[in-house]
Each structure stands twice: as C-alpha cells, then as structure tokens.
T-cell receptor, first 111, second 113 residues
Framework: DAKTTQPPSMDCAEGRAANLPCNHS???????VYWYRQIHSQGPQYIIH???NNETNEMASLIITEDRKSSTLILPHATLRDTAVYYC????????????FGQGTTLQVKP | GAGVSQTPSNKVTEKGKYVELRCDPI?????LYWYRQSLGQGPEFLIY????????DSGLPNDRFFAVRPEGSVSTLKIQRTERGDSAVYLC???????????FGAGTRLSVL
C-alpha cells in the first residue's frame, strides 16, 4: 500500500485559498491518489482523486507533481464550514478499493 | 437520494455482551466496506464485500468480529464478547464498483462499559 505523509495541522483565513500538501513517494505509475475530508462527528466525504493530470471539481482542485511523488489539494475560497480533517490516501495494493487512512491534516479555517 | 444509513447511531453495552451494527448502503452499490475509527485516529479498514461475499476480511482484528451481507445489500457487523477496547465509531461505506470513491454513513458510536 502506498504510504502518504501530511502535516498534522494547518490554519487558513476565511476567504483565502487553503493549500494542503501530501507526500506519496512510494506511489506507482498507475495508482490514483484520493482525497477525503471528515467534518467533526460525520463520516468521511470524498473530495477528489487524480492520477497524473491536475483535476478540478466543484469542491476543490488537485495538483499532482510531474514525478507523482506529491500533490496539493486546493480549496480556492475556504469557508468556516471547510474546517475538517483532510486525508490524502494512496491506493490499496490488493486492488479492492479499500482506503488506508493516515492521520490526515486538521485544517482550521479562521474568521 | 438516500445516502448510507447506519443504525443505531449510538450503542452502549456491557463488557462481554454481543452487539450487531447495521448498514444500509446506497441502492445499487455492489461494494460495501466497514471501517473502525478510534478517537483521534483515521478510520481503519475492517472488511470489504463485493456483492454477498467478503472479498477481503484482512482488517478484522480477531474472531470475535464477523460481518455478513446475505442478499448483497444490507450488511451487519457482529461483535461477540465485547471488550472495552472495542469502543470506537464503526463506519460503513458503499461504492458502485469497489473503487476508491466511497460514500460513508455517519457511523455507529459503540461504547463498551
């Protein structure tokens, strides 16, 4: 299973972009990186995933480096409701889709 | 439409008792996953169903834990002889095909006294 490394916590001012980094140096060429978030007392919520091209959806953008060893999740205009734990997840080596969560990054959006 | 539903939302039991936790996945989703989340930790994989069969149960911690999905829809996680260390939030997720895109329920908070 690909291991990911994230900073334990980050702060962001409301209305500003939140940039959450993730290192996944052991990921192989055909493995996706997934991002989830978990708001307090809720189940995790899927945000976005990518392989090697940058991706954007209504929630966020995902920038993946050319060597695929790291990525950055961007919330373009953070709101107080974006305060959550954000998980960067590498794929399961057994191809079952199971998610291997790490500790994630606790993002605190401040007014 | 309806999301993943887990019942009960909270369960308090005594050490040594048997508990069952239920998960109703999104209709039509063939893949179903159970995870366990201890306080301050990320969710930890327990078991994965594709249809009615357990395709991967490598995350079940010991033989006190068992899960079924007899008709390929609703799943029940069963814990025998509960221990205080089993206290956690048990999360269920479903997926259309068994991919990394999964839809989670709100979880069942199990407290073993």
């Amino acid at each position: 299973d690909a291991k990911t490394t994230q900073p334990p916590s980050m702060d962001c001012a409301e209305g500003r972009a939140a940039n959450l980094p993730c290192n996944h140096s052991t990921i192989s060429g055909n493995e996706y990186v997934y991002w989830y978030r978990q708001i307090h007392s809720q189940g995790p919520q899927y945000i976005i995933h990518g392989l090697k091209n940058n991706e954007t959806n209504e929630m966020a953008s995902l920038i993946i480096t050319e060597d695929r060893k790291s990525s950055t999740l961007i919330l373009p205009h953070a709101t107080l409701r974006d305060t959550a734990v954000y998980y960067c997840i590498g794929p399961d080596s057994g191809n079952t889709g199971k998610l291997i969560f790490g500790q994630g990054t606790t993002l605190q959006v401040k007014p | 439409g309806a999301g993943v539903s887990q019942t009960p939302s909270n369960k308090v039991t005594e050490k040594g008792k048997y508990v069952e936790l239920r998960c109703d996945p999104i209709s039509g989703h063939t893949a179903l996953y159970w995870y366990r989340q201890s306080l301050g930790q990320g969710p930890e994989f327990l078991i994965y169903f594709q249809g009615t069969g357990a395709a991967d149960d490598s995350g079940l911690p010991n033989d006190r834990f068992f899960a079924v999905r007899p008709e390929g829809s609703v799943s029940t996680l069963k814990i025998q002889r509960t221990e205080r260390g089993d206290s956690a939030v048990y999360l269920c997720a479903s997926s259309p095909t068994g991919s990394g895109i999964q839809y989670f329920g709100a979880g069942t908070r199990l407290s073993v006294l």
